[in-house]
């Protein structure tokens, strides 16, 4: 199986950066895609950046030109940085790869991380 941890999430003024941090592990025999996603309290979860194995990325438009997604492909991690956040910004990140495994066939599927707080406050 696939075993996906976060972290990096915490408290930060709005305007201030924070960089989260998504680590895969296990039996990973090749990745489709990376996402980042973020549920507020009384909303539904919802796309913030993805990553294509070939490297392709695209954004929610709420975030664009101040989130970036990145990754160090020999560590099996992916990196949300977030600039100049904002208060609306508070919410439970969580990082998902879509991969296959080993003993999977070559089929691949969603590997979701525990989620980690974000709060945007002064």
């Known amino acids: 199986q696939v075993h996906v941890v976060e972290s990096g999430g915490g408290l930060v003024q709005p305007g201030g950066s924070l960089r989260l941090s998504c680590a895969a592990s296990g039996s990973i025999f090749s990745i489709n895609a990376m996402g980042w996603y973020r549920q507020a309290p009384g909303k539904q979860r919802e796309l913030v950046a993805s990553?294509?194995?070939?490297?392709?990325?695209n954004y929610a438009d709420s975030v664009k030109g101040r989130f970036t997604i990145s990754s160090d492909n020999a560590k099996n991690t992916v990196f949300l940085q977030m600039n100049s956040v904002k208060p609306e910004d508070t919410a439970v990140y969580y990082c998902?790869?879509?991969?296959?495994?080993?003993?999977?066939?070559?089929?691949?599927?969603?590997?979701w991380g525990q989620g980690t707080q974000v709060t945007v406050s002064s």
């Open positions: 990553m294509s194995s070939e490297g392709r990325t």
């Open positions: 998902k790869w879509v991969a296959s495994t080993t003993s999977g066939w070559g089929i691949p599927h969603d590997y």
